[in-house]
């Protein structure tokens, strides 16, 4: 069946014990919580926000199977191993854990030396043989795993792959590439990723994939329809209104620091006990707990009382 990602497909972070183990129940909460939000369409696990590569193979495995079983929603999982065959294999493992959609990562290589003409089509092409239906993750301009135009026209023309997670980060191309990939294919799906600054892609996109879709999925389902009715003043509002959590949460050092931060606000919100992260990621400064539950509140975002069992 067809992943209908014309909404929010938020990214949930991974919860951990106090041990240091993946906190499966934990994860289960939060995941029957997005679920329940009227807009929400999908998971996306095993990504940037949700520690995906921090995850042994097996844990990685397991989640998959406590977020189906947790949810109705597809639930979609990162694609990260390096090499082509490696990522193939992952892919129908993933399949076969119960995954419907595949977010597939460029390799990590590529960040510093580029991509070979035809490498990242050849990908996407052995990913989407397991069955899972594939996201084309177009990273920020600024990285060499970039793709340019052609190689995003020829990732889209893959049977299986039907839509895009746009990262780019440089307006120039957006308003020419974006356009240009729903010329070529109006059905292929077009979702932003710009957490720090999401308002300039609102009014071109489908759905938002966004690890924001944690914290605040509510105003971001409201925003997002703000964005496609093509109402600037109140998507403009939204923004305002969200700007003191998208500060305290992605206007950080990193955007690294930004999963960290999405926990504290989770907490904030009632929804997880602790704010735990695996290595690499480090805790938050001194302050930055009350900081971001002042954004919390400054944002409108209430204290969620119940989640479905
Ligand atoms: N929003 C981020 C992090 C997520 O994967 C991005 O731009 O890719």
Redesign the pocket.
Known sequence: MAIDWKGLNP?PVTLFKDNGDVDFDGNARLAKWLASIPGVKSLVIL???GEGTFLTHDEQLELIRVYKDATPLPVVAGITGEGTKVAELEAKEKFEAGATGA?VYPNHGWLRFGYQKGAPVDRYKAVAQSGLECIL?Q??AVTKANYDLDTQLQIAAVPGVTAT?N?V?DMKRWYNEIPALKNAFPDLAIMS????WLLPTMFDIDGL????GNMAPELLIEYLAAGKAQDYPLARKYHEQLLPITRAVYHRGS?ME?SVALKHALRARGLIDNVNVREPLKALGDGADEEIRAAVKASGLTVVQSVPA
């Not at 994939?209 to 924001?212: H, I, N």
Request: charged share 20%; net charge neutral.
């Open positions: 990214a990504g940037h926000a977010l993750f990273y920020p997670k990262g980060r990723c710009h957490d720090e994939l966004v690890g924001y955007h930004g």
